[in-house]
């Protein structure tokens, strides 16, 4: 890499952040944070049919602390959230999987029709990229739709042939011990439960809803990001669209010869599609990976004290969600 080599110019990586324009980066920390009251909105939806009005600061809190536990601990910390939910609300833990995947097939969903929209516009501009991206661009849009109807197979399955699928898992855990079986049904069980809220015409609109909401707050924060750069402004509102629709895509595919970290993905679509200088696409993808998952840590960290916890209360519930 240049940097290793003495090539990398860093004094112009640092005017790039010099350069940053601080109402919107305040504004954009603003629309971030609103996304995880927005996720908050959508867990509510998801389990209505078990707590018709839960505490929605409580859910609030519960997801910035989940967030600010997956910054800390990596993904492992995914478990945190539908823990501490199922703490305050008085819930199965297994039905609060079910939310969280239910949530994670609904992010999925858009990540990837946002990428199919970022694919059309690169085939269709016929930029010319770099080894790194080249998969992407011949084998992305298969994978893409193949996650997308995998993840609709298993919504439709889960919804409409729930009990077909539970008297099979209940055959296929026959070799079990009974209290090991037994205790395998209630936590299927508990899972089916969790999935009810996808059976009602109400409670599909509101998933739905609350995950248009949510990506239109995303959508809003990148082009706010867009803003803060003066190295952005040549870019149009669809190259913002495209730039997220990679780094959604990165976030949850490990992209070969790229990784799947969000400011690599910024770093390499900056670099080798909107042919920015590797310096000012170092500081931008930085920016984006702060904002994107950094800024929540303090206020998680302050929530995470307002409601006595601990590091070591955490690190149990991690282990205790995993076993």
Known sequence: MRWRHGQFDWALFASTLLAVRVPWLAATVVVVLATYYGRALRWAVLIRHLRPHPNTWGLFSATVIGFTAIVLLGRPGELVRPYLIASKEKLPFSSQLAAWFLERICDLLCALLIFG???AQVARA???VGPRLQWVLEAGGYLAGALGLTSLLVVVLLRQFSSPMRRRVLDGLAFLPDRLRAKAVELFDAFLLGIEATRTRSGLVGIVAYTVLEWG???LCFVAIGKCFPAMDALTPA???TLMGFVAFGSLVQIPGIGGGVQVVS??????IFRIPLETA??????????TFVVVVPVGLALFVHEGMSWRKIREIDKTART
């Open 117 to 119: 929209f970022a694919l």
């Open 126 to 128: 016929g930029t010319k």
């Open 217 to 219: 707050l995303i959508i």
């Open 239 to 241: 190259d913002i669209l």
């Open 267 to 272: 770093l390499v679509v900056l670099t080798e």
């Open 282 to 291: 170092t500081g931008i993808a930085l920016m984006i990976w702060f904002i």
